[in-house]
């Protein structure tokens, strides 16, 4: 990642640092909080602010609201770079990354939303919450789960499903009626459960939300692109917007992955075996070397390509296919497999080294890991785009 930190303007007319300098940049004070935030079991205030501070929360955000509306597939590239310095900042900076919605709201909404003196604070749940409607809005309740950068933030950016005498409200498509619902920090409570052993700095808390009234203008369709016009219509926005956020976990595991080789490459050289001989001259330890940098490489190229036929169908205004989308979704599983198999394989290979605190690749490991668990990175995706490979309907929700 170069060190180099070119600028650009925003629409407020500030100078922004280049998305793919930011990892970079950010470098020094994440390693500084990584300890306190695996310590906490959250993300440092200091270290927030700098994030924020710095644009990294922005990447998605239009122009004209001050953001860098970066393309997919270099948010991706940030994504990963992050992912090689810390995977709980990564997951972080993936979670914080909900400025489109702005694309989205009334104008009323975003004026009170951005309508400040500091970038707006997003987190997000994909599990779905319920919302009723009511005069001028709608009444919303739900319990969501592991929502990162919960206690940081001052909006969360919810699914809901519209329901009507208790049932799904479903759309002229025949389709629930869903939609992304933004809620002021007023709004919910944190239950403190986050106490796990991977991605600790993420603080992934639950958020409750009992019957609390948001205006309508502050929802829209999940699908509003695909069905009704932008508000601030710009080709980053006129595709399939889950295809904006599924991938960025991904991308993130498989910078953890990669950091776990370079670190391995290095422990190889010095570290020795019962005989005396380093590591690095055994020809299995070449082997494993090889084949993992090969693997990550090519699921890395794989995503991307992914990502980039998404990007450009939406940018000659065509409507993603399905069969773009499944793409997509087996392009994740398969670089999550890969990114399993290359953490465990040099886990083993780095023998007793691995098991020790304080050595980087135990915490790549454990972090590793724990992102693995995310749902985007199941079987469930790999087994809808293989049912769209068969003239199926995929049968998995946002895919």
């Given at each position: 990642?170069?060190?180099?930190?070119?600028?650009?303007e925003?629409?407020?007319?500030s100078?922004?640092?280049?998305p793919?300098?930011?990892?970079?940049?950010?470098?020094?004070?994440?390693?500084?909080?990584?300890e306190?935030?695996?310590?906490?079991?959250?993300?440092?205030?200091?270290?927030?602010?700098?994030?924020?501070?710095?644009?990294?929360?922005?990447?998605?955000?239009?122009?004209?609201?001050?953001?860098?509306?970066?393309?997919?597939?270099?948010?991706?590239?940030?994504?990963?770079?992050?992912?090689?310095?810390?995977?709980?900042?990564?997951?972080l900076?993936?979670?914080?990354?909900?400025?489109?919605?702005?694309?989205?709201?009334?104008?009323?909404?975003?004026?009170?939303?951005?309508?400040?003196?500091?970038?707006?604070?997003?987190?997000?749940?994909?599990?779905?919450?319920?919302?009723?409607?009511?005069?001028?809005?709608?009444?919303?309740?739900?319990?969501?789960?592991?929502v990162?950068g919960?206690?940081?933030?001052?909006w969360?950016?919810?699914?809901?499903?519209?329901?009507e005498?208790?049932?799904?409200?479903?759309?002229?498509?025949?389709?629930?009626?869903?939609?992304?619902?933004?809620?002021?920090?007023?709004?919910?409570s944190?239950?403190?459960?986050?106490?796990?052993?991977?991605?600790?700095?993420?603080?992934?808390?639950?958020?409750?939300?009992?019957?609390?009234?948001?205006p309508?203008?502050?929802?829209?369709?999940?699908?509003?692109?695909?069905?009704?016009?932008?508000?601030?219509?710009?080709?980053?926005?006129?595709?399939?917007?889950?295809?904006?956020?599924?991938?960025?976990?991904?991308?993130?595991?498989?910078?953890?992955?990669?950091?776990a080789?370079?670190?391995?490459?290095?422990?190889?050289?010095?570290?020795?075996?019962?005989?005396?001989?380093?590591?690095?001259?055994?020809?299995?330890?070449?082997?494993?070397?090889?084949?993992?940098?090969?693997?990550?490489?090519?699921?890395?190229?794989?995503?991307?390509?992914?990502?980039q036929?998404?990007?450009?169908?939406?940018?000659?205004?065509?409507?993603?296919?399905?069969?773009?989308?499944?793409?997509l979704?087996?392009a994740?599983?398969?670089?999550?497999?890969?990114?399993?198999?290359?953490?465990?394989?040099?886990?083993?290979?780095?023998?007793?080294?691995?098991?020790?605190?304080?050595?980087?690749?135990?915490?790549?490991?454990?972090?590793?890991?724990?992102?693995?668990?995310?749902?985007?990175?199941?079987?469930?995706?790999?087994?809808?785009?293989?049912?769209?490979?068969?003239?199926?309907?995929?049968?998995?929700?946002?895919?």
């Amino acid at each position: 990642m170069s060190e180099t930190h070119e600028t650009s303007e925003t629409a407020s007319g500030s100078s922004a640092v280049d998305p793919l300098a930011l990892p970079g940049l950010l470098r020094p004070a994440i390693e500084a909080a990584s300890e306190e935030a695996d310590r906490r079991a959250d993300v440092p205030t200091e270290l927030y602010g700098a994030l924020r501070d710095a644009g990294a929360f922005r990447l998605l955000t239009p122009r004209a609201l001050g953001g860098s509306q970066t393309p997919l597939t270099t948010v991706l590239k940030v994504y990963e770079g992050f992912g090689r310095i810390d995977a709980s900042v990564a997951w972080l900076v993936w979670n914080a990354n909900f400025g489109f919605v702005g694309a989205l709201l009334d104008e009323s909404a975003t004026e009170r939303i951005w309508g400040r003196e500091h970038e707006p604070a997003f987190a997000n749940s994909g599990m779905p919450g319920t919302a009723v409607p009511a005069e001028g809005g709608y009444r919303v309740s739900g319990h969501w789960r592991i929502v990162s950068g919960i206690n940081a933030a001052e909006w969360l950016v919810a699914v809901v499903v519209v329901l009507e005498d208790g049932a799904p409200r479903m759309t002229a498509a025949g389709t629930p009626d869903v939609q992304l619902c933004v809620l002021g920090r007023d709004q919910w409570s944190v239950k403190e459960t986050w106490d796990v052993s991977g991605m600790r700095g993420t603080g992934s808390n639950d958020v409750v939300v009992e019957d609390a009234f948001v205006p309508a203008d502050f929802l829209a369709p999940l699908d509003a692109p695909l069905d009704a016009p932008l508000r601030i219509d710009e080709p980053l926005y006129r595709g399939f917007l889950p295809s904006l956020v599924l991938p960025g976990c991904t991308a993130i595991v498989l910078g953890i992955a990669q950091a776990a080789l370079d670190e391995t490459v290095a422990l190889v050289l010095t570290k020795r075996n019962s005989t005396g001989a380093t590591l690095a001259e055994s020809p299995r330890t070449q082997y494993v070397l090889a084949d993992s940098e090969a693997a990550l490489q090519a699921a890395r190229l794989l995503l991307t390509s992914a990502a980039q036929t998404l990007q450009d169908a939406a940018e000659r205004g065509d409507t993603p296919t399905l069969e773009q989308r499944a793409a997509l979704r087996a392009a994740m599983t398969h670089a999550a497999q890969v990114s399993r198999r290359t953490l465990v394989t040099l886990y083993e290979l780095a023998s007793s080294t691995s098991l020790y605190r304080g050595n980087r690749l135990e915490r790549l490991f454990r972090d590793g890991m724990a992102a693995l668990q995310h749902a985007n990175h199941s079987a469930l995706p790999m087994e809808a785009a293989g049912r769209v490979r068969l003239g199926m309907e995929p049968g998995l929700g946002l895919f």
